[in-house]
């Protein structure tokens, strides 16, 4: 499934992290979820819970951050608002396009180090 997948990426990126800082735990997780991804908030929420049993990011919070989608010209890249009714450039005569709101990657870590246990 498609949320499988992004959970298990999202745990490999988690893993390695702590590694690197020596961390024992992640208590929150921050991603950017672009407008046009398909997939659910909710479902990957509960998909997470279920892969992140028994892992270092158990019961970590995860928080999403909505990117919504632009339209600007291809050529020169000036952005028009998603009410503008061109369709072609004003300024060059370029097409305009949807920008962005594919954008999903994980943003931030918030970490628990060993220290804090003892
Ligand atoms: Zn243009």
Not at 18 to 42: D, M, W, Y
Not at 61 to 84: M, P, Q
Not at 107 to 115: A, H, I, R, W
Request: proline share 2%; aromatic share 8%; net charge negative.
């Amino acid at each position: 499934m498609h949320e499988t997948s992004m959970v298990m990426s999202i745990l490999d990126i988690v893993k390695d992290t702590l590694k690197t800082h020596n961390a024992s735990r992640v208590t929150q997780i921050t991603l950017v979820l672009g407008e046009f991804v398909c997939v659910e908030p909710k479902a990957l929420s509960s998909c997470f819970e279920i892969f992140a049993q028994g892992t270092p990011a158990e019961g970590a919070n995860l928080v999403f951050e909505r990117i919504s989608t632009t339209r600007s010209c291809v050529n020169c890249e000036k952005i028009y608002e998603k009410s503008d009714e061109y369709n072609i450039c004003q300024t060059c005569g370029g097409k305009i396009a949807f920008s962005g709101g594919r954008e999903f990657y994980l943003k931030s870590l918030e970490l628990e180090s060993e220290d804090s246990e003892t």
